[in-house]
């Protein structure tokens, strides 16, 4: 592993099901973060975490819930998919949880909530 | 107003000009800005931050803060048909996380 990975790569999901998307990333960071990219709306925080055992709430965190059991997954899951929670997914890490350390981000999670 | 904002694009450059990227944004957000790039179906990276008024030079590229006018831009001189790409401005808000705005797509024609 090098950097950050995400499963899966795309997803095809029926409304209403539940779903968790995963990140890993293996650089020891301390601070994690998912966010969503809409075409026009650009990235837009859902949760993040600024260290194991912590989490916050971004700008649009209903219908997700995160957990952060160790330094290296973050997961993201959705309890009832929705259409509206189509979109890329792209989950980040950065070495501490001050916005001023740069943000590196994982290839992301197509989603399609049908 | 959002509270960091681009012209979606598509900006188009000749290659070996000048690209001139703009940004602006809300009394809401601080002053500390932060160029991404993203290539079409990848993730963002960070190509430049800026803290101060005034220039940061970084090779080819150039970021400019102008807090009066509530601005930040991004130059890149001799643009390559590499630098096609969009280009997302981001600032600190209020709840200290990144506020992002929607990108500005770059097309280097050759």
């Known amino acids: 592993i090098a950097g950050i990975t995400q499963a899966p790569t795309s997803q095809i999901l029926a409304a209403g099901r539940r779903m968790t998307l995963r990140c890993t990333q293996d650089m020891r960071h301390n601070a994690m973060y998912w966010y969503r990219q809409d075409l026009g709306l650009g990235l837009r925080l859902i949760h993040y975490?600024?260290?194991?055992?912590?989490?916050g709430k971004g700008e649009v965190p209903d219908g997700y819930s995160v957990s952060r059991a160790n330094t290296d997954d973050f997961p993201l899951t959705l309890a009832s998919a929705v259409p509206s929670q189509t979109s890329v997914y792209f989950c980040?890490?950065?070495?501490?949880?001050?916005?001023?350390?740069?943000?590196?981000f994982g290839p992301g999670t197509r989603l399609t909530v049908l | 107003q959002k509270e960091v904002e681009q012209n979606s694009g598509p900006l188009s450059v000749p290659e070996g000009a000048i690209a001139s990227l703009n940004c602006t944004y809300s009394d809401r957000v601080s002053q500390s800005f932060f160029w991404y790039r993203q290539y079409s179906g990848k993730s963002p990276e960070l190509i430049m931050s800026i803290y101060s008024n005034g220039d940061k030079e970084d090779g080819r590229f150039t970021a400019q803060l102008n807090k009066a006018s509530q601005y930040v831009s991004l130059l890149i001189r001799d643009s390559q048909p590499s630098d096609s790409a969009t280009y997302l401005c981001?600032?600190?808000?209020?709840?200290?996380?990144?506020?992002w705005g929607a990108g500005t797509k770059l097309i280097i024609k050759p």
């Open positions: 981001a600032g600190v808000d209020s709840n200290y996380q990144l506020i």
């Open positions: 975490s600024n260290t194991a055992g912590t989490t």
């Open positions: 980040a890490s950065s070495e501490q949880g001050e916005p001023y350390n740069e943000q590196f």
